[in-house]
């Protein structure tokens, strides 16, 4: 009942166009999601407990981060002729890009702490990120088409910089996902995931509305 009552408010909020509506729903999740993390804690040991509010705290702070939303899309249209066909490539890319991430990490991921994974992919996504703002900063672009011959411009940097960010994009959940397999009371392996990954998700809603 307590989700469904929360579904309705959210819908509501969003349809009744009230100022700030990503905020209040930011800290409506905020509310549920700190009850049923209070829930968990008085089911776990003292070190058992740490573990989860750090790992949580990470996620969160991981995803909501903000981002340059879709502005780069925009600036790749306007100045590098992107049109459907180029981003839908883009898109059939990064999915496989992300799948053959998942497989050659398998190892690297099985063997790193969800910290550290976190930080890992925070510092790589910074790198990769300079390509683009180097390209609408700096004509990155422009200066690789001429030392390059025109072999390397800026659709290139964009879709090689898309493959690298791809085969990182979905390795950050796996260490997360299974230290709550192997950590979780056999009786709240549910709640477990639905918290956690509902606290990565909420950190996202920050981001959405911090950039709004």
């Known amino acids: 009942m307590g989700g469904l009552g929360f579904a309705v408010v959210a819908v509501w909020v969003g349809l009744s166009r009230i100022p700030h509506a990503e905020l209040l729903v930011f800290l409506t999740s905020f509310v549920i999601l700190a009850a049923l993390m209070r829930k968990l804690l ?50 059939l890319l990064g999915g496989l890009m992300a799948i053959a991430g998942l497989y050659l990490f398998r190892r690297f991921m099985a063997q790193r702490s969800v910290a550290f994974m976190v930080i890992f992919l925070t510092l790589a996504w910074a790198v990769l990120s300079l390509p683009v703002a180097g390209m609408y900063c700096c004509g990155l672009h422009e200066w690789a088409t001429s030392h390059t011959q025109g072999v390397i411009g800026g659709r290139a940097i964009v879709v090689i910089d898309t493959s690298l ?18 950590t979780a009371p056999d009786s709240l392996k549910a709640t477990y995931f639905a918290v956690m990954v509902s606290f990565a998700n909420l950190g996202l ?8």
Do not use: C, Y
């Open 42 to 91: 008085f089911n776990l040991g003292q070190k058992d407990r740490e573990t989860l509010i750090a790992t949580a705290l990470l996620l969160f702070v991981f995803r909501a981060t903000p981002d340059p939303g879709p502005a780069p899309t925009w600036w790749i249209i306007d100045h590098l002729g992107g049109d459907g066909t180029f981003f839908a490539m883009l898109s």
């Open 165 to 182: 960010m791809s085969l990182l994009s979905e390795i950050a959940m796996v260490p997360m996902l299974a230290w709550i397999a192997r």
């Open 205 to 212: 809603l920050l981001s959405q509305a911090l950039r709004g």
